[in-house]
């Protein structure tokens, strides 16, 4: 089938090595970003990895002329809806504009879909979905909602946006991804995680520590009921995570409604495993020490990737020792200014 995948946040961490991933498979993608978390030069580097340099559109996903403008000027069959803001600590201190740039352009977008007759979506959804607790693995029949956090209730109240759209319209097919924790980077070094500020999820953390960007990394809690007392999560490797929706475009072309697929790799691996990691495949010491645990965190949380491998036919072929290689390939080779 010919047509064109609008990635919107395709200069995102996520998006970008979507990007990659789907023109590697030959699809013709275009790719609208405002820039207000991501650089334009991400679309020269997809173009230096893939050879093919997407169209570009400079663009707020929740201004519908915009989006109109590129849905005339191209035969868009699928979009998959990256943008919108990630801060799960940023959204605790201005809810209203998570609130209000999330669901915005969710329904922005939704709308102009339904003009130009687009009935495909793919939506970048988050474990954070799911209703707090300690049961893992986790599938995609357990409760949602109840979220600790702004973010996480505006994936759930857009994953519910477009479940009602979905009933509404019986031509109208959703996957909703729901992502477990994404880390890595493109094995070229190209395109990576470039968070704004201090990050705050613990890979950038402990990338930007060896290059001494940071004095150290803070492990939030040693007294988690795991092997070690420290953390557990389902890290997946973002180009895993790429070829995932690749999987969910296929999926998404032969199938109806609203349907959720986590995104893991049905591991879990503590902070201090991760960090054993780094320091043996990268041949580096981490400096960290253990401290109180973090507000709302989780001790436990992984993914089943049962749904994914049996709907999509997808499953991560990527493992530890890959992201936390291909983690410092990024963090050498890209030009993240040193924190002051
Ligand atoms: C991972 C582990 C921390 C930082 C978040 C979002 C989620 C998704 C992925 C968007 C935990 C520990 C971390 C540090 C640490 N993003 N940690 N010291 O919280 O699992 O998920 O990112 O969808 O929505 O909530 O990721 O990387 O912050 O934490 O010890 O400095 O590392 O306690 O065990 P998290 P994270």
């Not at 970008?16 to 790719?31: D, F, N, P």
């Not at 709907?311 to 030009?335: F, N, P, Q, T, Y």
């Amino acid at each position: 089938m010919t047509g064109t995948i609008l990635l919107t946040g395709g200069t995102g961490f996520i998006g970008s090595h979507t990007a990659v991933e789907l023109i590697k498979r030959g699809y013709e993608i275009v790719i609208a970003d405002n820039l207000s978390n991501s650089c334009a030069d991400v679309i020269g580097k997809i173009g230096i990895i893939t050879g093919v340099t997407p169209r570009f559109y400079k663009a707020d996903v929740c201004d519908r002329e915009s989006l109109r403008a590129i849905f005339s000027e191209n035969d868009i069959t699928e979009v998959i809806h990256f943008a919108g803001l990630k801060a799960v600590g940023e959204s605790v201190i201005v809810p209203l504009s998570y609130y209000r740039n999330n669901i915005d352009s969710a329904l922005s977008l939704l709308e102009v879909m339904d003009e130009f007759g687009v009935k495909r979506l793919i939506f970048s959804s988050s474990a954070t979905v799911y209703t707090a607790g300690d049961v893992s693995p986790i599938t995609e029949d357990m409760p949602t909602g109840g979220c600790t956090n702004p973010y996480g209730w505006t994936k759930y109240m857009i994953e519910q946006i477009i479940r009602d759209k979905s009933v509404a319209d019986p031509e109208f097919s959703a996957v909703l991804l729901r992502y477990f924790n994404p880390i890595g980077a493109h094995e070229s070094g190209l395109i990576g995680e470039k968070p704004n500020g201090i990050p705050s999820n613990i890979m950038p953390t402990i990338t930007q520590t060896v290059a001494g960007r940071l004095d150290m990394v803070h492990i939030f809690g040693g007294d988690w009921p795991t092997k070690d007392g420290t953390g557990v999560r389902d890290y997946i490797h973002i180009s895993d995570l790429a070829a995932g929706h690749a999987a969910a475009i296929d999926y998404a072309r032969t199938h109806t409604g609203a349907e959720p697929i986590n995104l893991g790799t049905g591991t879990g691996y503590s902070v201090l495993e991760l960090i054993r990691a780094f320091e043996r495949v990268n041949c580096v010491n981490v400096n960290y020490d253990i401290s109180s645990r973090r507000a709302g965190d989780l001790g436990v949380c992984y993914a089943s990737a049962e749904k994914a491998e049996r709907l999509l036919g997808w499953h991560a072929v990527k493992g530890i020792d890959d992201m936390v290689r291909d983690a410092w390939m990024w963090e050498k080779k890209s030009d993240i200014p040193k924190q002051t």
